[in-house]
């Protein structure tokens, strides 16, 4: 499923209809239908509802919404502008409907005789204001509308995007309706994984309306969302003749005095994950802990100082070439000063770098411009560490997290995982993929180490980088999302994530 702006939908309905062949009218019909199969299996006969009409196209698939509804159930139908604002294709629906014995109710001729519209004597409202060609805050009478709508007790299902919001990121106070749902038309809108306006869109349900793949791939669409069926399609598999030493040799290199427990949550989550043998570099200080807390791994105790990995000799006697994939900065700490692109720049393998690791790494960024050239760089900043890399505030980065992420990503040639809710994996190339698993109980530390090694594992497992990080956020947002059928929110660890990853690869594998 592709995840559109709403310049890039008009493109590829212009696509569609100029060089494919199908109609403006025929699309509308198609949208109205698919509307009304996903809402009529949840109606009751004793149902009334109500459709509130704009002028565009949003309109003209009120009206074929409204024409099918009112064989069955009792309907009433607004036109909120002027009659003569309606044209093109909804000028046509709109003929159809009343060809088909049905009226409307004038909104504009209505407030001229001051008769009141009680959204409160309906148990549905239909949304069907304003589409994704929605520029700027909602005039009159859309914006009191709005406002009379988000107050009513029925249930509110908008059509295609809540009216007054738009498609695209960077609307920090929306003016829209606060949907319960929202029947979403062949492709997810990016303003649905983005907040506020996240919030405004209830449960999303993204019904296909005939518009070939094609049209996506002309108009050169990047951005899908990651799917389940794409994850158990990807998925790695082992061979039968697999041996320790054949299924990846991992790195982690990470902890302080300060910070033992991020290192033991990354290598644990990597070996639930996958890999086959995996080494873990501390400071010697903390090597009886941590040594206790993971059992299966190898050790390289580094020398210490301030309770750090001595910067003088970090990794210096290690030979990177005895692995095949390093991940860094889980618990690193920041009192020592580390830099990253003299050591690893001629790694031959993939180089995740975390948490502190992305401290150490903004320090150096002049350095990893044309990227890394032996193998993939990932990074997996959440929001503030995405702020320090690029410079921005927090919140500008939250304001434009697609485009903030893919402007990065291409600069430094690295795939950038930018946490969050709705976590976006963009590639050097500036693709996206936008994880819709997880929950707020991955608010909590630890979380970002879990899926560190993870992806550690999945990148030795899986043939190919995007499947390797895309299948680690998704199943990792999984295993969040099965804890809380059981667990309180509030009562998720990094380690009840962990334990859970067994259960939620299986269940994923052989679904």
Same mark, same amino acid.
């Given at each position: 499923?592709?995840?559109?702006? %709403?310049?890039?939908?008009?493109?590829?309905?212009? *696509?569609?209809?100029?060089?494919?062949?199908?109609?403006?009218?025929?699309?509308?019909?198609?949208?109205?239908?698919?509307?009304? @199969?996903?809402?009529?299996?949840?109606?009751?006969?004793?149902?009334?509802?109500?459709? $509130?009409?704009?002028?565009?196209?949003?309109?003209?698939?009120?009206?074929?919404?409204?024409?099918?509804?009112?064989?069955?159930?009792?309907?009433?139908?607004?036109?909120?502008?002027?009659?003569?604002?309606?044209?093109? =294709?909804?000028?046509?629906?709109?003929?159809?409907?009343?060809?088909?014995?049905?009226?409307?109710?004038?909104?504009?001729?209505?407030?001229?005789?001051?008769?009141?519209?009680?959204?409160?004597? *309906?148990?549905?409202?239909?949304?069907?204001?304003?589409?994704?060609?929605?520029?700027?805050?909602?005039?009159?009478?859309?914006?009191? #509308?709005?406002?009379?709508?988000?107050?009513?007790?029925?249930?509110?299902?908008?059509?295609?995007? /809540?009216?007054?919001?738009?498609?695209?990121?960077?609307?920090?106070?929306?003016? %829209?309706?606060?949907?319960?749902?929202?029947?979403?038309?062949?492709?997810?809108?990016?303003?649905?994984?983005?907040?506020?306006?996240?919030?405004?869109?209830?449960?999303?349900?993204?019904?296909?309306?005939?518009?070939?793949?094609?049209?996506?791939?002309?108009?050169?669409?990047?951005?899908?969302?990651?799917?389940?069926?794409?994850?158990?399609?990807?998925?790695?598999?082992?061979?039968?003749?697999?041996?320790?030493?054949?299924?990846?040799?991992?790195?982690?290199?990470?902890?302080?005095?300060?910070?033992?427990? =991020?290192?033991? #949550?990354?290598?644990?989550?990597?070996?639930?994950?996958?890999?086959?043998?995996?080494?873990?570099?501390?400071?010697?200080?903390?090597?009886?802990?941590?040594?206790?807390?993971?059992?299966?791994?190898?050790?390289?105790?580094?020398? &210490?100082?301030?309770?750090?990995?001595?910067?003088?000799?970090?990794?210096?006697?290690?030979?990177?070439?005895?692995?095949?994939?390093?991940?860094? %900065?889980?618990?690193?700490? @920041?009192?020592?000063?580390?830099?990253?692109?003299?050591?690893?720049?001629?790694?031959?393998? /993939?180089?995740?770098?975390?948490?502190?690791?992305? *401290?150490?790494?903004?320090?150096?960024?002049?350095? +990893?411009?044309?990227?890394?050239?032996?193998?993939?760089?990932?990074?997996?900043?959440?929001?503030?560490?995405?702020?320090?890399?690029?410079?921005?505030?927090?919140?500008?980065?939250?304001?434009? @997290?697609?485009?903030?992420?893919?402007?990065?990503?291409?600069?430094?040639?690295?795939?950038?995982?930018?946490?969050?809710?709705? &976590?976006?994996?963009?590639?050097?190339?500036?693709?996206? +993929?936008?994880?819709?698993?997880?929950?707020?109980?991955?608010?909590?530390?630890?979380?970002?180490?879990?899926?560190?090694?993870?992806?550690?594992?999945?990148?030795?497992?899986?043939?190919?980088?995007?499947?390797?990080?895309?299948?680690?956020?998704?199943?990792?947002?999984?295993?969040?999302?099965?804890?809380?059928?059981?667990?309180?929110?509030?009562?998720?660890?990094?380690?009840?994530?962990?334990?859970? $990853?067994?259960?939620?690869?299986?269940?994923?594998?052989? @679904?």
């Amino acid at each position: 499923m592709y995840v559109v702006t %709403g310049d890039e939908m008009h493109q590829i309905d212009r *696509y569609t209809m100029n060089e494919i062949g199908l109609t403006e009218v025929a699309l509308m019909e198609s949208a109205g239908q698919a509307f009304c @199969r996903q809402l009529e299996p949840t109606l009751k006969k004793q149902d009334k509802i109500i459709i $509130l009409i704009g002028s565009g196209n949003n309109g003209g698939d009120g009206f074929v919404i409204g024409r099918i509804l009112k064989e069955d159930y009792n309907v009433d139908v607004w036109v909120i502008p002027p009659e003569h604002k309606i044209r093109g =294709a909804a000028l046509a629906h709109m003929k159809i409907y009343e060809k088909s014995g049905y009226d409307w109710f004038s909104y504009a001729k209505q407030r001229e005789e001051t008769i009141e519209l009680n959204l409160n004597n *309906y148990t549905i409202v239909i949304d069907s204001l304003l589409g994704t060609g929605v520029q700027g805050t909602p005039r009159s009478p859309y914006r009191e #509308l709005i406002t009379k709508m988000n107050e009513t007790n029925g249930t509110i299902i908008s059509v295609d995007i /809540p009216s007054g919001i738009p498609a695209h990121e960077g609307e920090v106070r929306p003016i %829209g309706v606060k949907a319960h749902e929202t029947y979403t038309f062949q492709s997810a809108k990016m303003s649905a994984f983005c907040f506020p306006t996240a919030n405004y869109y209830g449960k999303i349900s993204v019904l296909p309306i005939g518009i070939p793949n094609k049209a996506f791939t002309q108009v050169n669409a990047a951005r899908k969302v990651i799917s389940e069926d794409t994850v158990k399609n990807t998925l790695a598999k082992r061979m039968p003749d697999a041996h320790k030493g054949s299924v990846g040799k991992g790195l982690i290199i990470g902890g302080a005095k300060e910070m033992v427990g =991020a290192p033991v #949550l990354t290598t644990e989550a990597s070996l639930r994950s996958g890999v086959g043998l995996v080494t873990l570099a501390v400071p010697d200080v903390i090597h009886p802990i941590v040594s206790q807390k993971v059992t299966e791994a190898l050790f390289l105790p580094l020398a &210490t100082k301030n309770g750090q990995i001595c910067a003088n000799e970090f990794i210096s006697n290690i030979s990177l070439n005895r692995f095949d994939c390093i991940a860094i %900065g889980p618990g690193l700490g @920041r009192k020592e000063r580390y830099k990253f692109y003299p050591i690893f720049s001629s790694f031959h393998g /993939p180089i995740i770098i975390d948490a502190d690791g992305l *401290y150490h790494l903004s320090k150096e960024l002049r350095e +990893w411009r044309n990227g890394r050239p032996e193998g993939p760089t990932i990074i997996t900043p959440h929001p503030g560490e995405m702020a320090m890399l690029t410079g921005l505030s927090i919140q500008e980065v939250e304001k434009q @997290r697609f485009k903030v992420s893919k402007e990065f990503a291409m600069k430094f040639q690295m795939y950038v995982v930018l946490k969050g809710p709705y &976590t976006i994996v963009t590639t050097p190339s500036g693709e996206q +993929w936008v994880n819709t698993t997880g929950n707020a109980s991955l608010a909590k530390g630890g979380s970002g180490d879990v899926l560190t090694g993870m992806i550690v594992a999945f990148l030795l497992q899986h043939h190919d980088t995007v499947s390797a990080i895309t299948n680690a956020v998704y199943i990792h947002g999984k295993a969040a999302d099965e804890l809380v059928k059981t667990y309180d929110i509030f009562s998720v660890t990094a380690t009840d994530l962990i334990n859970e $990853l067994p259960v939620v690869i299986r269940s994923i594998r052989y @679904r």
